[in-house]
């Protein structure tokens, strides 16, 4: 593998490893996400993190596996242009449910 993909999978994993490090006080709960402005913050900007990590990993080499990849990128986007338009709970889905899948997928490249 490519050196520079090899990075942003690791830069990927890092924004991974900071969005699940906010919640070791205190646990996965959606109220406190949602009443934390600095916490909801700091996860869509790591959600940015992540989406331009795949989006440059797709341009180098779109045959690298990674589920989603383009709604990843997708995402990325909508957190950067219209960040008014995303809800706390799709954030949070994505937080519960997508996170942890693509953490496996970039642990099986790496």
């Not at 993190?49 to 986007?77: M, T």
């Amino acid at each position: 593998m490519e050196e520079r993909i090899e990075k942003w999978l690791v830069d990927i994993r890092m924004a991974i490893d900071e969005i699940n490090s906010y919640f070791q006080e205190g646990g996965k709960k959606f109220a406190s996400f949602q009443q934390n402005q600095m916490l909801k913050r700091a996860v869509k900007r790591n959600l940015e993190i992540i989406g331009e990590a795949v989006n440059r990993i797709l341009s180098k080499d779109p045959s690298i596996p990674i589920d989603n990849a383009r709604k990843i990128v997708g995402l990325r986007n909508q957190v950067i242009h219209s960040y008014d338009s995303i809800s706390d709970e799709n954030i949070w889905a994505i937080i519960i449910n997508n996170l942890p899948k693509l953490k496996a997928d970039v642990d099986k490249l790496l």
